[in-house]
T-cell receptor, first 116, second 115 residues
Framework: GDSVTQMEGPVTLSEEAFLTINCTYTATGYPSLFWYVQYPGEGLQLLLKATKADDKGSNKGFEATYRKETTSFHLEKGSVQVSDSAVYFCALTTTNYGGSQGNLIFGKGTKLSVKP | EPEVTQTPSHQVTQMGQEVILRCVPISNHLYFYWYRQILGQKVEFLVSFYNNEISEKSEIFDDQFSVERPDGSNFTLKIRSTKLEDSAMYFC?????????????FGNGTRLTVT
């Protein structure tokens, strides 16, 4: 079945370091790909998304490119801040146009801690 | 910015008891969802709800689970007879539309502990 695999955490970085969180997927059909972020004590928030191959999603300095050839959607940020400390979830949905986006399939999440 | 609110933030219950988890979705949203995350595991889809009926559910969502929209604002998840393995964080979400370009907005979750 469809699945998402993320790199295991936790990841600890110093402020201004470069971040990569790897995500690969297995899916039938044409998935849309997402990164969600969960800050301490809060719910899941959509960080960025890409709906077709070669699309790049970006938000708040984070980027991820939908790579169909490697079935990957790695999250990157050039210079992390302490406020980026959170748990990051890669997710996909395989729906036809107009189908429900609700059945998101998530990875396990990667906890990021950024030290000053 | 409007948000999805969930109550309570933490619920402790004894095995075999019924629990109701409550959610208030964003007011103009039409699609509602429950997800759960067992500690250390993946966030898993439970059920989606539209137009007062279940539109999709996972294998996890068996007969002991039910959902309801009892009025115009609340969306509830009921677990009829809780088991130890129901202990998890339960997330409610809502979206304006069904399509892949309509993002889900999640609540902060209810941590359910079954003893």
């Amino acid at each position: 079945g469809d699945s998402v695999t993320q790199m295991e955490g936790p990841v600890t970085l110093s402020e201004e370091a470069f971040l990569t969180i790897n995500c690969t997927y297995t899916a039938t059909g044409y998935p849309s790909l997402f990164w969600y972020v969960q800050y301490p004590g809060e719910g899941l928030q959509l960080l960025l998304k890409a709906t077709k191959a070669d699309d790049k999603g970006s938000n708040k300095g984070f980027e991820a490119t939908y790579r169909k050839e490697t079935t990957s959607f790695h999250l990157e940020k050039g210079s992390v801040q302490v406020s980026d400390s959170a748990v990051y979830f890669c997710a996909l949905t395989t729906t036809n146009y107009g189908g429900s986006q609700g059945n998101l399939i998530f990875g396990k999440g990667t906890k990021l801690s950024v030290k000053p | 910015e409007p948000e999805v609110t969930q109550t309570p933030s933490h619920q402790v219950t004894q095995m075999g008891q019924e629990v109701i988890l409550r959610c208030v979705p964003i007011s103009n949203h039409l699609y509602f969802y429950w997800y759960r995350q067992i500690l250390g595991q993946k966030v898993e889809f439970l059920v989606s709800f539209y137009n007062n009926e279940i539109s999709e559910k996972s294998e996890i969502f068996d007969d002991q689970f039910s959902v309801e929209r009892p009025d115009g604002s609340n969306f509830t998840l009921k677990i009829r007879s809780t088991k130890l393995e129901d202990s998890a964080m339960y997330f409610c979400a809502s979206s304006q539309d069904r399509g892949r370009n309509s993002p889900l907005h999640f609540g902060n979750g209810t941590r359910l502990t079954v003893t």
